[in-house]
């Protein structure tokens, strides 16, 4: 089975500043995906990360995917308060057929 | 294009009663998933279907749940009897495929149904 541990849970950040967040999981996985979550919503797709080494950035968000490690980072630049959300890592495997395994989500709070 | 969308949005009933769950998948995707939110257990799959075939209902928490894709555009989760530990955010997410052609492709969310059993 697969196992998605992700830390911390909660994150409460001043505006500007930078932080990461980070991502394990316990068995090889196919795909890793970031997702983000506002209070009351869906989920909505950030990153998809396939190999080993792949990094990928989107505003002020960027993923990162170590395989060998099985760890993968979301590291937020200069945040501000619109990045406010749950951010949930998952995993995924062909032989399940890539349905996510989801960590508990990191509650990200970005305050003035 | 329109997403995946998820009726009811919200639903609140008593325990013993049916429930129904209703998702149209995103037009062209072929997998379909199933997934419960709860502050307890988090984000759990419950089943997913492939071309409309149910391919792994093992998340499906008892008999008491059961799930059905008649086509390529519906599927239904229906909970009878329902119990007050079945209240939940259900989500239904779709794909365009699981093979190696889609493998940057994440899947796609509907907005959920929030659902209270008193």
């Known amino acids: 089975e697969l196992k998605v541990e992700q830390n911390p849970l909660f994150l409460s950040m001043q505006e500007g500043k930078n932080y990461t967040i980070y991502c394990n999981y316990s068995?090889?996985?196919?795909?890793l995906y970031w997702y983000r979550q506002d209070p009351g919503k869906s989920l909505e797709s950030l990153f998809v990360?396939?190999?080993?080494?792949a990094v990928k950035q989107e505003g002020r968000l960027m993923a990162s995917l170590d395989t060998k490690a099985r760890l993968s980072t979301l590291h937020i630049t200069a945040a501000v308060h619109d990045l406010s959300a749950t951010y949930f890592c998952?995993?995924?495997?062909?032989?399940?057929?890539?349905?996510?395994?989801f960590g508990k989500g990191t509650s990200l709070l970005v305050t003035p | 294009d329109a997403g995946v969308i998820q009726s009811p949005r919200h639903e609140v009933t008593e325990m013993g009663q049916e429930v129904t769950l209703r998702c149209k998948p995103i037009s062209g995707h072929n997998s379909l998933f199933w997934y419960r939110q709860t502050m307890m257990r988090g984000l759990e799959l419950l089943i997913y279907f492939n071309n409309n075939v149910p391919i792994d209902d093992s998340g499906m928490p008892e008999d008491r749940f059961s799930a059905k894709m008649p086509n390529a555009s519906f599927s239904t989760l229906k909970i009878q009897p329902s119990e007050p530990r079945d209240s939940a955010v259900y989500f239904c997410?779709?794909?365009?495929?699981?093979?190696?052609?889609?493998?940057?492709?994440?899947?796609?969310f509907g907005d959920g149904t929030r659902l209270s059993i008193l």
């Open positions: 068995t090889t996985s196919d795909r």
């Open positions: 997410a779709s794909s365009l495929g699981t093979g190696a052609t889609y493998s940057n492709q994440p899947q796609h």
């Open positions: 998952a995993v995924s495997h062909s032989n399940s057929g890539y349905a996510l395994n």
């Open positions: 990360l396939l190999s080993n080494g």
